[in-house]
């Protein structure tokens, strides 16, 4: 069995490998034509640029979304033991905002955001990977 490597120069700086070796011709395989190929390369367009990707500020966004969220779920339990008995004083004695069903509703809405957020990124990330599958096949 008979292993060939043709070496092809990724720029047009480094010269191309002595087409006089023996067995060039052999079996169908012949020499690279490396001019063609550079030519070929100067005629396509460029790539295009890719869209612009807010990932990490998503992901920060959705973290803190997540921990303020958690923040509210502990001021709703801190309410619920304050009306259970617990004899520690609540941090907003009246008000609105001294009801645990403020509290509550408050971490959904935060939680549910992030979850909304999470998702966008996640639905980037997939979008991204259809674009390049379907430049594979192109």
Do not use: C
């Amino acid at each position: 069995m008979i292993v060939r490597i043709i070496y092809r120069p990724s720029h047009p700086g480094v010269l191309a490998p002595p087409r006089t070796e023996p067995g060039w011709g052999l079996r169908g395989l012949e020499a690279p034509d490396f001019a063609a190929e550079e030519a070929r390369r100067e005629l396509e367009p460029p790539p295009p640029k890719p869209a612009p990707s807010y990932s990490g500020v998503l992901r920060s966004v959705a973290l803190f979304l997540v921990r303020l969220g958690l923040a509210m779920l502990a001021m709703a339990a801190w309410r619920i033991a304050v009306d259970l008995g617990l004899p520690i004083p609540f941090l907003i004695p009246v008000g609105i905002f001294s009801h645990w069903q403020v509290w509550f509703a408050a971490a959904v809405v935060l939680l549910g955001a992030a979850g909304l957020v999470v998702r966008r990124l996640e639905f980037g990330r997939g979008r991204e990977g259809r674009r390049t599958n379907r430049e594979q096949a192109a």
